[in-house]
């Protein structure tokens, strides 16, 4: 979102009018407005401690407001923390008055459903479990106005699918929103008891010490990502015609790992297994990666050796875990016929079938200085030809399962301001080239 497109600049326009409308107060709505105040001063002093860092980290003051008050008294909570919580990237008021208005109407419409449940008396009287019911699903309608809004934006700001968007991100947000929820719940039973507003404050210690484990967690998986890209980088420099390839089949791995059922940790070493597949040309000297010409069988020979570079130049990363064999092992075929072993079949690591296929697509569907890009439907039919003597058919499948329903829409982060490497462009016949 560097660069906010007209239509996202629309979208915001809207959200924040509809925002607005969520704070009027309705003819007969009661003076219910007492705890509005202490939790916005709550949320807006807690956001700006977190900062970046805790994303998310008030939403159980957020949810104890739409516990307690009206929609429109709750929607007044997250407002002055999002207007001036801390923001990284430009257009600062633009982002803030979107997360402002994001978080309004989620917060309304989890108050509104709350109140239409008749749930407040129950939450003044600490009636368990009747209180469980209704908070549940005001929990679940925040998770849902909150995820969509998002989605909605991040489709608009960078041209992802909407449907896969908003999919992913309510299903990452769902287990920790559900988390703040129970302990919004314990505040809002808590101040309304005889115990006050100030026993409502000791939820937010044992949140406190989850908080820092998730930023602990978060910083530990900021240093692989940078870890990762300085290997990407490095390997960009010295093979130029490649840039943007490793990204690319990080990107398609993961459809595929996600395609096939995998658990959000194996798609994770999967992507890192796409982006670091050719590492390995590190340590092939560079006057053969660009040489114009082809190649001697000697000179083959030693490309050939960049899975294994690559797997030992991973060595001692050992968060790649299975990711390492992937390096090693994405140039074996099915039939035996791949390097750098020969492997068959179901001896060859399954995260390298499915980073064999990933490679395979994305060289057929880029542009190269030897080859056009070939169109996607023409791809996805030489894989399903090639599949059972090069590829494994369960991962050919899947990516075609997979493009077919959301597309073919990669996401290049990588630093396009990198100084070019004049290189020549490699011919047809060396090897991982596809024709």
Do not use: N
Not at 84 to 96: E, G, I, K, N
Not at 169 to 189: D, K, N, Q, T, W
């Amino acid at each position: 979102m560097a660069g906010i497109p007209a239509r996202a600049r629309a979208y915001v326009i809207c959200v924040a009018l509809g925002a607005l409308l969520c704070l009027l107060p309705p003819p007969s709505a009661p003076a219910s407005w007492w705890a509005a105040p202490p939790l916005a001063a709550l949320y807006a002093a807690g956001e700006r401690i977190a900062r970046r860092p805790f994303a998310g980290t008030l939403y159980p003051v957020l949810l104890a407001g739409a516990f307690l008050l009206p929609p429109h008294a709750a929607a007044l909570v997250p407002l002055p923390g999002a207007l001036f919580s801390a923001v990284d990237q430009r257009p600062f008021a633009l982002r803030r008055i979107c997360r402002a208005a994001h978080l309004v109407i989620a917060v309304w419409a989890a108050a509104r459903l709350h109140g239409a449940l008749d749930a407040r008396d129950a939450v003044e009287a600490s009636d368990f479990p009747r209180v469980l019911v209704p908070a549940g699903a005001a929990v679940l309608v925040f998770c849902l106005v909150l995820s969509a809004l998002d989605g909605v934006i991040l489709a608009l700001a960078e041209g992802s699918p909407l449907r896969r968007v908003r999919r992913g991100l309510f299903l990452r947000s769902l287990a920790p929103v559900a988390v703040h929820g129970l302990a919004g719940l314990m505040m809002a039973v808590l101040w309304r008891s005889p115990f006050g507003p100030f026993a409502a404050l000791l939820v937010l210690f044992p949140m406190a010490v989850s908080w820092w484990v998730f930023a602990q967690y978060h910083r530990e998986r900021a240093a692989h990502q940078a870890t990762v890209r300085a290997l990407v980088r490095a390997v960009d420099i010295k093979d130029g015609y490649t840039r943007g390839h490793s990204e690319r089949v990080g990107q398609a791995s993961m459809m595929i790992g996600r395609e096939l059922g995998m658990d959000e940790g194996r798609v994770e070493v999967l992507r890192f297994a796409g982006i670091l597949h050719d590492v390995g040309k590190l340590g092939v000297p560079t006057r053969l990666l660009r040489k114009d010409g082809p190649l001697t069988p000697e000179e083959r020979r030693v490309i050939e050796l960049h899975p294994e570079y690559g797997h030992e130049i991973t060595r001692g990363i050992s968060f790649l875990g299975e990711a390492r064999s992937a390096i090693l092992h994405h140039h074996e075929r099915v039939d035996g016929r791949g390097y750098p072993y020969g492997l068959v079949g179901s001896q060859i690591p399954e995260c390298a079938r499915v980073v064999a296929v990933a490679d395979a697509f994305d060289a057929m569907t880029s542009t190269r200085s030897y080859s056009r890009a070939r169109p996607v439907e023409a791809a996805l039919a030489e894989l399903q030809r090639c599949a059972g003597s090069q590829f494994d058919p369960r991962m050919v499948t899947a990516l075609v399962r997979v493009v077919a329903r959301d597309g073919w829409h990669p996401v290049v982060t990588a630093d396009e301001t990198w100084p070019a490497v004049p290189s020549q462009a490699p011919v047809p016949d060396r090897p991982g080239a596809r024709r």
